[in-house]
C-alpha cells in the first residue's frame, strides 16, 4: 500500500536562475517512480519558484534522490516539504550540495549538518 504524503519544493538558486534549476529537476524526474505530478508555479514573495504535486504521491527515494541531485546544483538551496495523510505529519527537508537537514513542524534551522 504505502504512505501518501503532499510535496512542495522551492529553491534559493543561488548564481543560476530557480526556473532553470526546477527544469532540470523536473527533466531528471520526470521518468522516475516518484508518483509526483510536476508543474511550475512562480513564487510571489520572490524567494524562489514552487513546484507542487497536485496530489499525493508516494515519494520513497526523496532523501536520496534529492541528496545526489542537488550536488547539480552546488550554490542552491533546495526545501522540500511534506505534509502526510496523518494529522500532524508535517517535515520539511533542506538539501545543499549533497547535505541534507530534517525538522518537524515548528524546529527552527540550525546550521548544516549530515542527516
Given at each position: 500500500m504505502g504512505y501518501f504524503t503532499s510535496h512542495s519544493l522551492s529553491i534559493l538558486p543561488g548564481p543560476h536562475p530557480a526556473r532553470?534549476?526546477?527544469e532540470a529537476f523536473i527533466d531528471a524526474f520526470k521518468t522516475t517512480d516518484t508518483g509526483l505530478d510536476m508543474h511550475l508555479d512562480d513564487n510571489p514573495t520572490?524567494?524562489?519558484?514552487l513546484m507542487s504535486n497536485l496530489r499525493p504521491a508516494k515519494w520513497y527515494d526523496e532523501k536520496a534522490q534529492m541528496q545526489k541531485f542537488s550536488?547539480?546544483?552546488p550554490a542552491a538551496t533546495f526545501l522540500v516539504r511534506g505534509?502526510?495523510?496523518d494529522r500532524g505529519d508535517v517535515w520539511e527537508h533542506r538539501y545543499r550540495n549533497g547535505l541534507l537537514e530534517e525538522r518537524f513542524q515548528?524546529?527552527?534551522w540550525g546550521e548544516w549538518h549530515v542527516a
Amino acid at each position: 500500500m504505502g504512505y501518501f504524503t503532499s510535496h512542495s519544493l522551492s529553491i534559493l538558486p543561488g548564481p543560476h536562475p530557480a526556473r532553470e534549476i526546477l527544469e532540470a529537476f523536473i527533466d531528471a524526474f520526470k521518468t522516475t517512480d516518484t508518483g509526483l505530478d510536476m508543474h511550475l508555479d512562480d513564487n510571489p514573495t520572490g524567494a524562489g519558484i514552487l513546484m507542487s504535486n497536485l496530489r499525493p504521491a508516494k515519494w520513497y527515494d526523496e532523501k536520496a534522490q534529492m541528496q545526489k541531485f542537488s550536488t547539480h546544483f552546488p550554490a542552491a538551496t533546495f526545501l522540500v516539504r511534506g505534509e502526510g495523510e496523518d494529522r500532524g505529519d508535517v517535515w520539511e527537508h533542506r538539501y545543499r550540495n549533497g547535505l541534507l537537514e530534517e525538522r518537524f513542524q515548528e524546529e527552527k534551522w540550525g546550521e548544516w549538518h549530515v542527516a
